[in-house]
């Protein structure tokens, strides 16, 4: 289990979490039970953040999970843009949704849940600014968006002197386009964190075989988790970690045992040419 203090910033928001955190977008009330369970083991960990969304029935999920008591936890979610539905009026409207569903009077990290072609990301700087100033949110962010569009929302927030806090984008071994499109650097330049959602790939980055992934990666891996006696998912996770300071994975994980282990990636540390020898085996597989 991780060490309380060793956490990453949520970009300059002041808001501190364990470097995992945990994806939830497949909770449901009939697992009640397992889902309960998970989070009183993500909470039991320290403050780990927890990624729902409007659009995920798990809003609800987590929301009874909160009704259990105070927590430690941080949590997140993400309102969902979609076309006559990008007003400020609408995201404070739908974030007021979102804070009944989980049973919260202020949401620790309020996304804007992707960029929509056409609309000034103007519109959404504003709703994200008055959720922030009207004590409804504690930090902001954004997912899916590319370096530009980062960029362009970061500069509306600090007009109001609100910084971007995090972009949630698709990252891990299998899918790097956040190394070269400009997006981790952006994070870097601009001190945002980068919440990497599909951290294990959906899931093929947790098996020893798997015909989407090359023989030489899971080969690699495989010797890895071998060598600090943990699974091809800790390495892979732990990989991330290493990547970047910037980076918080969040795996998604409906069974305790799986969150379990995926605390426990933050343990150990690759070595460097650990570290090297994934890279390079993992540049053939990225899509
Ligand atoms: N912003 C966006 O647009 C966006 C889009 C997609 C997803 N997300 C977020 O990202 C989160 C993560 O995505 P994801 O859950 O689809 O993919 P993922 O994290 O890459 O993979 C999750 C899969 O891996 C399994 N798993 C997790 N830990 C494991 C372990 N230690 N050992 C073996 N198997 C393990 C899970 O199984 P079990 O379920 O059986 O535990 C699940 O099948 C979502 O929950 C959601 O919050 C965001």
């Not at 969902?80 to 202020?106: F, K, N, Q, V, Y």
């Not at 605390?263 to 053939?284: H, N, P, Q």
Request: net charge neutral.
């Amino acid at each position: 289990m991780p060490a309380e203090h060793d956490t990453r910033p949520l970009g300059r928001s002041g808001i501190h979490v364990l470097p995992l955190g945990i994806g939830t977008n497949k909770w449901r009330r009939a697992d009640r039970g397992a889902a309960l369970e998970t989070y009183r083991t993500i909470h039991d960990a320290g403050p780990s953040m927890i990624d729902t969304a409007e659009s995920y029935f798990s809003e609800r999920v987590v929301g009874d999970c909160l009704r259990t008591g105070p927590t430690r936890a941080v949590i997140a979610s993400k309102f969902l843009p979609l076309p006559g539905r990008t007003s400020p009026r609408r995201l404070i409207r739908a974030l007021d949704g979102s804070l009944a569903r989980l049973g919260l009077e202020t949401i620790d990290l309020y996304y804007v849940h992707y960029p929509l072609p056409l609309i000034d990301l103007a519109m959404f700087a504003e709703g994200l600014v008055e959720a922030v100033k009207s004590g409804r949110a504690r930090a902001v962010g954004v997912a899916n968006f590319n370096a530009d569009q980062m960029r362009r929302i970061a500069d509306h927030l600090a007009r109001a002197s609100i910084p971007l806090a995090a972009n949630q984008v698709n990252y891990s071994l299998l899918r790097r386009a956040a190394e070269t499109n400009g997006v981790l650097d952006a994070c870097r330049e601009l001190d945002v964190a980068l919440v990497a959602y599909f951290p294990l790939a959906s899931g093929r980055l947790t098996q020893a075989s798997n015909s989407m992934v090359t023989k030489a990666l899971l080969m690699c891996l495989a010797d890895i988790a071998r060598a600090h006696d943990v699974s091809i998912s800790q390495v892979a996770l732990n990989w991330l970690l290493a990547r970047d300071s910037h980076v918080i994975p969040i795996p998604g994980a409906t069974k305790p045992d799986h969150a379990r282990a995926n605390l426990d990636a933050l343990g150990w540390r690759l070595s460097e040419t650990e570290f090297d020898a994934i890279d390079r085996a993992s540049a053939k597989d990225e899509t």
